[in-house]
């Protein structure tokens, strides 16, 4: 049961506002193949998207089960938000319509949450927030996910959300100059709200962070979204 267990093959997916990725992983999480990505369908709508994964995963060798970071609230493999996607999202079966196209068991978290789970030490309260085309967000207290954490819609500052001041939208309006004056007062912000031990800052723009973090503030890449995908399995 070991060896086969160690056999098995992971397809990680990672569904952004700009961007699907996907990476085929070992049991012990290692990449086995390199990143493919391909642009999210305009209108990003199931079907496309579903279809844009199926692609991507035709080009990663053979896989037994599939992990799916989404955008969006997820519920027992049913995506219930998808605001930087398409209204046709509320309310789907992904797992379901994967699974049933590629053939193989799927698992579907939050993209935040799943980017989390890479990157997380497991100690302590960990948040973790991802800069992309929205604003992601996950919290765990040793180890443990606080499930269905939305903090990128709530209020920040200036009657607007987290994601309103710091979605991609908005770093290409107002420059990265003022863009990093607003991330820092959120993690600011952040840690007043959460007291937590430590905060992750992930997604696409993390790349484009340039201030000065406090000792407890780490960057982490953004392959790290694919690679806590082999965290959906560890029952």
Same mark, same amino acid.
């Given at each position: 049961?070991?060896?086969?267990?160690?056999?098995?093959?992971?397809?990680?997916?990672?569904?952004?506002?700009?961007?699907?990725?996907?990476?085929?992983?070992?049991?012990?999480?290692?990449?086995?193949?390199?990143?493919?990505?391909?642009?999210?369908?305009?209108?990003?709508?199931?079907?496309?998207?579903?279809?844009?994964?199926?692609?991507?995963?035709?080009?990663?060798?053979?896989?037994?089960?599939?992990?799916?970071?989404?955008?969006?609230?997820?519920? &027992?493999?049913?995506?219930?938000?998808?605001?930087?996607?398409?209204?046709?999202?509320? #309310?789907?079966?992904?797992?379901?319509?994967?699974?049933?196209?590629? $053939?193989?068991?799927?698992?579907?978290? *939050?993209?935040?949450?799943?980017?989390? %789970?890479?990157?997380? &030490?497991? $100690?302590?309260?960990?948040?973790?927030?991802?800069?992309?085309?929205?604003?992601? &967000?996950?919290?765990?207290?040793?180890?443990?996910?606080?499930?269905?954490?939305?903090?990128?819609?709530?209020?920040?500052?200036?009657?607007?959300?987290?994601?309103?001041?710091?979605?991609?939208?908005?770093?290409? $309006?107002?420059?990265?100059?003022?863009? !990093?004056?607003?991330?820092?007062?959120?993690?600011?912000? %952040?840690?007043?709200?959460? !007291?937590?031990?430590?905060?992750?800052?992930?997604?696409?723009?993390?790349?484009?962070?340039?201030?000065?973090?406090?000792? !407890?503030? $780490?960057?982490?890449? *953004?392959?790290?979204?694919? %690679? #806590? #995908?082999?965290?959906?399995?560890?029952?």
């Amino acid at each position: 049961m070991v060896e086969e267990n160690q056999a098995i093959r992971t397809l990680s997916v990672d569904i952004g506002g700009s961007g699907v990725k996907v990476m085929v992983l070992d049991h012990h999480g290692h990449p086995l193949t390199k990143r493919a990505r391909t642009e999210t369908p305009q209108p990003a709508k199931p079907d496309l998207v579903i279809d844009a994964i199926a692609a991507l995963a035709a080009t990663q060798g053979e896989f037994q089960r599939v992990s799916v970071g989404f955008p969006g609230v997820v519920r &027992s493999g049913i995506t219930e938000t998808a605001v930087n996607l398409d209204p046709d999202w509320i #309310g789907f079966d992904l797992a379901t319509a994967l699974s049933k196209l590629l $053939k193989v068991s799927v698992r579907v978290i *939050n993209d935040a949450d799943m980017q989390g %789970l890479g990157a997380i &030490s497991g $100690k302590g309260v960990e948040l973790v927030i991802t800069l992309g085309t929205g604003f992601g &967000s996950a919290l765990f207290v040793d180890g443990k996910l606080v499930p269905n954490l939305e903090m990128g819609h709530h209020q920040f500052r200036k009657e607007e959300t987290y994601e309103q001041q710091l979605g991609r939208a908005t770093l290409e $309006k107002v420059g990265e100059k003022k863009w !990093n004056r607003r991330l820092e007062k959120a993690i600011a912000s %952040l840690k007043h709200l959460f !007291n937590y031990d430590y905060l992750y800052i992930g997604g696409g723009e993390a790349e484009k962070v340039n201030i000065q973090l406090p000792e !407890n503030v $780490k960057i982490i890449l *953004n392959i790290t979204g694919l %690679l #806590g #995908g082999i965290a959906l399995w560890q029952d």
